[in-house]
């Protein structure tokens, strides 16, 4: 069992930064992949990005390419959602999830959840 706990979120202009963070329980974190899904009032969840268990591999959605960054620290059991250049379209409730690779997470298959983080971006 992992249990996810996002931080973060928070109220920014455009063209600002914020930095999400995901703590996660257990000694299992090392297992899996892990990634963040973003969803906005209105719409269905959507992926953002993935990185790989020990991190050498990572994916972004189109959307986010050049602005976000994943990494992770398997020591603190973290990991992270650099965001820069934020854009009001960046508005949503942020996820943390785990899983057992980073396609299986794109596919919005994961085997766990956070409870989200807000992220709001005015313009």
């Known amino acids: 069992q992992v249990r996810l706990v996002e931080s973060g979120g928070g109220l920014v202009q455009a063209g600002g930064s914020l930095r999400l963070s995901c703590a996660a329980s257990?000694?299992?974190?090392?297992?899996?992949?892990m990634g963040w899904f973003r969803q906005a009032p209105g719409k269905e969840r959507e992926f953002v990005a993935a990185?790989?268990?020990?991190?050498?591999?990572?994916i972004y959605a189109d959307s986010v390419k050049g602005r976000f960054t994943i990494s992770r620290d398997n020591g603190k059991n973290t990991v992270y959602l650099q965001m820069n250049n934020l854009k009001p379209e960046d508005t949503a409730v942020y996820y943390c999830?785990?899983?057992?690779?980073?396609?299986?997470?794109?596919?919005?298959?994961?085997?766990?959840w956070g409870q989200g983080t807000q992220v709001t971006v005015s313009s």
């Open positions: 999830n785990a899983g057992p690779d980073t396609s299986t997470i794109e596919d919005g298959d994961p085997e766990y």
């Open positions: 990185i790989s268990r020990h991190g050498g591999g990572t």
């Open positions: 257990g000694r299992t974190f090392g297992g899996y992949a």
